[in-house]
């Protein structure tokens, strides 16, 4: 499996996204034994206890397998974060998870201090590795700069129909890796026109492209599915290669209203 290594932390370059999975402890199972070594969760899913029941239940050496969850934005305060850590190791029935993120940014916690927090659990043993997700690029210097141990990676969306140069720039330039999140943009890669006649001529699927793209520019994607024949069809994504012309005629499909998911999106902090 290719990896994408960040301040010396590996991870696994397709993994499997689990949000709003049907019986995700069955697909998380069936996505190890196809070949998957990395798995996508978070508290706000409420589908940890189901991912480490799956994890466990494919057999493959823990030692194998990463293991992401994320800390809801209202649990960011030191305090918080370390009780909804310890509460997420007691529901994944693990001994320690591989990379702890932010899920999303809180203005109402100081960076440091939850940073300060996760960086406490790592050396704890409790955590392997520290990131955070839908940071802009403002914050991810930030969060460079005070936390005390190293922030590995970004978990953004990131697919054909949405430009995230700056936001990758900034990742590049702080050493951190990209977690690409929606990488088939929610299945709307499937259909599209110009996926669907590059991926005639590779004997792939429009998706498959989608996530090729991805990966071809060393971005991580975490593509989530139901069907275990997709599971399989998005985990054969490092078999191919895509042109200069053909990479070039993916990145002119991105265009201003891309996004799918609200990035103003703002919990209730009450
Ligand atoms: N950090 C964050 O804030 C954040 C936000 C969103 C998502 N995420 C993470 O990223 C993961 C992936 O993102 P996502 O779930 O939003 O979207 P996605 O992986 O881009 O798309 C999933 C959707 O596409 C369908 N699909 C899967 N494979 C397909 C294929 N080969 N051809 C056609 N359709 C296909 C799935 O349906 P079926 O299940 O029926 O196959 C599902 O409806 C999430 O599950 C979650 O772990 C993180």
């Known amino acids: 499996m290719d990896v994408v290594e960040a301040k010396g932390f590996k991870i696994p370059i397709v993994g499997l996204g689990t949000w ?8 998380v199972e069936q996505a ?3 070949g998957y070594r990395h798995i996508d969760t978070a508290q706000m899913y409420g589908n940890e206890a189901e991912v480490g029941q799956g994890v466990r239940a494919s057999g493959v050496p823990r030692a194998d397998v990463m293991v992401t ?3 809801q934005p209202t649990l960011l305060a030191p305090h918080d974060l370390e009780r909804s850590v310890k509460e997420s190791l007691a529901k994944l029935r693990l001994d320690v998870i591989d990379l702890l993120l932010i899920h999303w940014p809180n203005p109402r916690v100081p960076l440091s201090e939850s940073l300060g927090a996760m ?4 050396r ?10 839908n940071f802009t690029v403002a914050l991810l210097d930030e969060a ?3 936390s005390p141990e190293p922030v590995v990676c970004n978990q953004i969306e ?3 129909f949405l430009n995230q140069d700056k936001v990758i720039a900034a990742c590049k330039s702080n050493g951190m890796a990209v977690v690409a999140y929606s990488p088939i943009a929610r299945g709307g890669a499937s259909g599209h026109a110009t996926l669907e006649r590059i991926a005639k001529v590779h004997g792939k699927t429009a998706a498959q492209v989608s996530l090729r ?3 071809q520019q060393g971005i991580v994607v975490i593509p989530r599915s139901s069907r275990l024949e997709r599971l399989e069809e998005n985990f054969a994504v490092l078999d191919f290669a895509l042109t200069e012309a053909e990479m070039q005629a993916i990145y002119g499909l991105a265009h201003g209203s891309g996004r799918i998911v609200d990035w103003t999106w703002s919990p209730k902090w009450d």
């Open 158 to 160: 990131c697919h054909p």
């Open 144 to 146: 460079n700069k005070v």
């Open 119 to 122: 960086s406490k659990m790592k």
């Open 213 to 215: 793209y991805l990966v």
């Open 124 to 133: 704890d043993g409790h955590v392997r590795a520290i990131g955070v997700s």
């Open 32 to 34: 190890i034994r196809i």
């Open 69 to 71: 969850t994320k800390v």
């Open 20 to 27: 709003a999975v049907r019986d995700p402890a069955r697909i």
